[in-house]
């Protein structure tokens, strides 16, 4: 069953320090990769998005992330951290619904980051 | 940018009650989705909806939880009666097709508390 995993369930990091919040998925085909922010007591937005092609995809807010098949992973990464990144991060897959007609979202269960002054 | 609306954005609710929610997704976009997120948690889909038909409610507890979208427009996801262990973030989300690159639009989200 295609599943999500995010090791880190809560990262500090300083303002204007770099950033990786780690994504590994099982899958069995070419998957689709979401990163997606939620603010408190906000839905959620999406960061950005990899379906194929180049395997290093640019976002929103300057966030990047690289997909490593050999890997499984997905990682979301920002070289200098602002104190407005402070939030929840997740990584989704897409994967078929029950009967495989159509396809969802399965998200990991995501990454609180803190950030310090 | 068009969003997807949701009301209300927070209900307090009693245990063995009825409670409701709205969601109006983005103009155009036919597939809609419902997803419940436990505090601290990630979203976990409850169903989804190809414009009015219902293609994935295997998570749905359909003892008491239950979701229409008649015109295939709007939706509204109902549990009755709610329990303590209901207590949750309900977001909606739509997309134009169901295309599996496309992204989901999610709404603010409706904030639910059982007492």
């Known amino acids: 069953a295609q599943s999500v995993t995010q090791p880190d369930i809560h990262i500090t990091v300083s303002e204007g320090a770099s950033l990786e919040l780690r994504c590994n998925y099982s899958?069995?085909?070419?998957?689709?990769l979401f990163w997606y922010v939620q603010s408190p007591g906000q839905g959620l937005q999406l960061l950005l998005k990899?379906?194929?092609?180049?395997?290093l995809v640019q976002g929103i807010k300057g966030f990047e992330a690289e997909f490593k098949r050999s890997q499984s992973s997905f990682n979301l990464r920002k070289p200098s951290v602002h104190w407005s990144d402070a939030a929840e991060y997740f990584c989704?897959?897409?994967?078929?619904?029950?009967?495989?007609?159509?396809?969802?979202?399965?998200f990991g269960t995501g990454t609180l980051l803190a950030v310090q002054p | 940018e068009a969003e997807v609306a949701q009301s209300p954005r927070y209900k307090i609710t009693e245990k063995s009650q009825a409670v409701a929610f709205w969601c109006d997704p983005i103009?155009?976009?036919?597939?809609l989705y419902w997803y419940r997120q436990i505090l601290g948690q990630g979203p976990e889909l409850l169903v989804q909806?190809?414009?009015?038909?219902?293609?994935?409610d295997s998570q749905l507890p359909k003892d008491r939880f239950s979701a229409e979208r008649l015109k295939g427009v709007d939706s509204t996801l109902k549990i009755q009666p709610a329990e303590l262990g209901d207590s949750a973030m309900y977001l909606c989300?739509?997309?134009?097709?169901?295309?599996?690159?496309?992204?989901?639009?999610f709404g603010n989200g409706t904030r639910l508390t059982v007492t």
């Open positions: 103009s155009g976009h036919a597939t």
């Open positions: 990899y379906f194929s092609g180049d395997t």
């Open positions: 899958y069995g085909a070419t998957p689709y």
């Open positions: 909806f190809q414009d009015e038909s219902v293609v994935d």
């Open positions: 989300a739509s997309r134009p097709g169901a295309r599996a690159s496309s992204p989901l639009h």
């Open positions: 989704a897959v897409g994967a078929p619904n029950y009967g495989g007609a159509t396809n969802k979202l399965i």
